[in-house]
Each structure stands twice: as C-alpha cells, then as structure tokens.
Nanobody, 125 residues
Framework: QVQLVESEGGSVQAGGSLRLSCSGSRYISSRCMSWFRQSPGKERKGIAAIDVDGSTDYASSVQGRFTVSRANDKDTLYLQMERLKPEDTAIYYC????????????????????WGRGTQVTVSS
C-alpha cells in the first residue's frame, strides 16, 4: 500500500520561509508529483508540479516564491517556500500522479493516484 507522508508544517510570520518534504514511496522518483493546498471553504488546488524529467510548473500565485524539487536517491519530494504570505495559509498535500499523464500544477485532483494526509502551514501577518 502506497503511503505518502508529508513533513510537519508549521507557523511562520509573513516574509518567512519553510520547507516541506514528502516521502514514503518509490513512485516519488518515477511519477509526476505535485503539491496541492487547500484553505478552509476552498477547493484543493495544485500549486507546483515536477515531472519525471525534472521539468517543473507552478501556479501563478506561487511562481517565483516556491520551488519544487525531488531527491530521487531518497524518494523524497520537497517544496521550498519563500516570502510567505498570509494567503499561503492552508493544508498542503503531496500527490503522485497516475502513469503517463501530462504534468502541470493546474492538473486536476483526479490526475493523481496517491495522496499524503496533508500538513498545516500557517502564515501570520
């Protein structure tokens, strides 16, 4: 059974930084992987994706501030978040896509086969 596990999130002040990681499956190094986030009352949306070849794609809301990366030797996915804003407050999820999909940050929830349980990130002003 595949189980993706996100690292503990945290609380930071606006302008601060935080790094999330996701581990637990060999699929991390062999599938399109993405980070999603969900705020209360809002739908879950993708914000950063990384394809098997290492190409990345970001939502405009995080472009230039967030960086998705992967350590294949460790089967670990990362999300480095810089210059955090209060509107970045959300539960963050990592997800592994089904095989042979187009890998974009805007890819729908249904594109992804496996999910982590999520981790809370809170940014205070």
């Amino acid at each position: 059974q595949v189980q993706l596990v996100e690292s503990e999130g945290g609380s930071v002040q606006a302008g601060g930084s935080l790094r999330l990681s996701c581990s637990g499956s060999r699929y991390i190094s062999s599938r399109c992987m993405s980070w999603f986030r969900q705020s209360p009352g809002k739908e879950r949306k993708g914000i950063a994706a990384i394809d098997v070849d290492g190409s990345t794609d970001y939502a405009s809301s995080v472009q230039g501030r967030f960086t998705v990366s992967r350590a294949n030797d460790k089967d670990t996915l990362y999300l480095q978040m810089e210059r955090l804003k209060p509107e970045d407050t959300a539960i963050y999820y990592c997800a592994a896509a089904w095989e042979d999909v187009e890998c974009y940050s805007a890819s729908s929830v249904g594109t992804f086969q496996y999910w982590g349980r999520g981790t809370q990130v809170t940014v205070s002003s």
